[in-house]
């Protein structure tokens, strides 16, 4: 019998710690700060404990519960702000590439050239290519226009009014071929003075670049250097095609 009464006194006061436990959680659960959600639809304002489907579309409110401003829940973009956001991400992404290129190429410029000398050199040796195609396409084009005076006073002979005679076939080939190779050196020469002029343009905008990289300004803040086109076509080539044409 006295064991009996101990097993009751043991469950009573087993129930009443748990009332006591549900009991202080629901009175902790009431006094916790709630935060409610609202937004307005069709100029409907809605209110929520939770995030309101109706308002999907719409831009959502979240409020403590004193009232001040949580957070504000965006809707999911539309189609065409989805292609706008990605459109200025690629550019952000574009202009980042850029960016790391422009260090890129500043650094590699600086590692070419540490100073002046280093730069006039490279700048001398370029041009030097060009010029030796300048100068023997010059000593070409006088022996042809040598050999075309000849060739003329030639072709005068046979179109003199007392001989009127055609042309023979052989001297209507060597002039052909001399106005062939004229025009062939000429488009080198000038094709010569063309990178001639390129590379001293494409030096004279590296050097003042690398004056002020040199001077302490940082790599990749100069923005990008003048595009220059490289050369129309290799001296000694173009040189090869003009003899083949005047032979």
Known sequence: MASEQRRLRLARGTVLVVLALALGAAAAEEKAPRSSFSCTVNG??????????????????????DGS???????????????????????????????????RRDRNLMQRYPDEAAHTKAREKALDEFRISEKNSSARIALLLGEKKKLDEERKFYENE??????????????????????????????????????????????????????????????????????????????????????
């Open 162 to 247: 007392r001989v009127k005679k055609p042309l023979p076939m052989a001297l209507r080939q060597k002039i052909d071929a001399n106005d062939a190779g004229l025009e062939a050196q000429r488009s080198v020469a000038q094709n010569a003075k063309t990178e001639l002029d390129r590379i001293n343009r494409n030096h004279d905008a590296e050097l003042l670049r690398l004056k002020k990289l040199w001077g302490g300004a940082r790599a990749g803040s100069l923005g990008p250097l003048p595009e220059t086109r490289p050369p129309a076509a290799a001296p000694a080539a173009a040189l090869a095609a003009s003899k083949a044409a005047a032979s």
């Open 69 to 103: 401003l949580k957070r504000i829940v965006k809707p999911p973009p539309t189609p065409d702000e989805r292609e706008e956001m990605e459109r200025i991400e690629l550019d952000n992404k574009a202009k980042i590439a850029a960016l790391n290129d422009a260090v």
């Open 44 to 65: 409907k304002k809605l209110v929520s404990d939770r995030l309101i489907p109706e308002c999907n579309n719409a831009e959502q409110r979240e409020l403590n519960s």
